[in-house]
């Protein structure tokens, strides 16, 4: 018998990188997790909230709620917009909730069960609903895509400002020494190494799916739009599929090393070495990364 999938909020920045909206297939592919609330973050939160909406409308699960979450005025890109144009978000079928962050806590506050948040952005949601309601760490697991500890972007031997740490280390900070009952990132020493090319990107990209032909319509939308900064090819290999980690993190350790280390946010962004710090559970190598790529595709042409 195949035990009761785990309850999860995300908490995404989706419609920046697209490896968000790859994220969100994958995790409505992974019969392993039961998406209770999409809780948008960064920026222009609302946009996010219309790209999640469509998307889970067309992936036919537009039952589940959306939560608008904290707008910041810091100007980040909204390179899938073209996509959600015409998209009106009180046409959404499914509960949208202008405070995201009280409907995380009165989720949270009334489970049954232990849910995990997975947090693939900036974690000013977070930071916040813990300063509502302390009480929510001590009844969630905390999987994050956050960080670069040992390693940079692109195999770096020189850890980078990670851009989750970055564009808001303080609430970061907060997170970190909260009382979940479970803390583990994935930083850029594993999740910098994601990248789907060959007959695996072709089983993907070729799929039938409602879900997977609106990933490649976005997919194609954001490299167009990205390509004033690097070059993307949407028909032979995916981006850098940072968050897509996080999700195999709710469910599963297999393949992976992952050490418990004190970790210190500075102020600039870097998340640190240091025994003051706090204990945080990190995946930093991969013991079956051809493994997983298998796990990830399996995932991704299940989704609906």
Excluded at 113 to 127: H, M, Y
Excluded at 142 to 155: E, L, P, R, T
């Amino acid at each position: 018998m195949n035990p009761k999938p785990i309850p999860v909020i995300l908490d995404t920045d989706i419609g920046t990188d697209i490896d968000d909206t790859w994220a969100l297939a994958m995790l409505l592919g992974s019969p392993e997790l039961d998406l209770k609330l999409v809780l948008t973050e960064h920026g222009d939160t609302r946009y996010r909230a219309r790209l999640a909406a469509k998307l889970l409308e067309r992936a036919g699960h537009a039952d589940i709620p959306i939560g608008i979450g904290v707008q910041t005025e810091m100007n980040v890109g909204a390179f899938q917009a073209p996509w959600v144009a015409a998209y009106d978000l009180d046409q959404y079928p499914g509960p949208v909730y202008a405070d995201g962050v009280q409907a995380m806590i009165d989720l949270v506050l009334s489970a049954e069960e232990t849910v995990t948040v997975i947090a693939i952005g900036v974690v000013t949601n977070l930071a916040e609903a813990l300063r509502r309601e302390p009480r929510i760490a001590s009844r969630c697991r905390f999987v994050g895509m956050h960080g670069s500890i040992f390693m940079g972007y692109d195999g770096s031997a020189v850890p980078s400002l990670e851009a989750n740490v970055r564009n808001d280390p303080a609430s970061l900070r907060d997170v970190f020494a909260a009382p979940w009952l479970e803390k583990v990132i994935t930083p850029l020493d594993t999740c910098g190494r994601i990248v789907l090319e060959g007959e695996l990107y072709q089983q993907v990209r070729r799929h039938a799916s409602p879900m997977i032909q609106a990933l490649m319509e976005n997919y194609r939308i954001w490299a167009a739009e990205m390509a004033q900064y690097a070059t993307f090819e949407p028909e032979t290999r995916s981006s850098t599929l940072f968050d897509t980690v996080a999700i195999y993190l709710a469910h599963c350790r297999e393949r992976l090393s992952i050490e418990e280390i004190p970790l210190q946010v500075t102020d600039e962004g870097l998340t640190v070495v240091d025994p003051a710090g706090d204990l945080v559970q990190a995946a930093i190598g991969w013991t079956d990364l051809p493994g997983f790529y298998q796990h990830l595709v399996s995932r991704l042409c299940s989704v609906l």
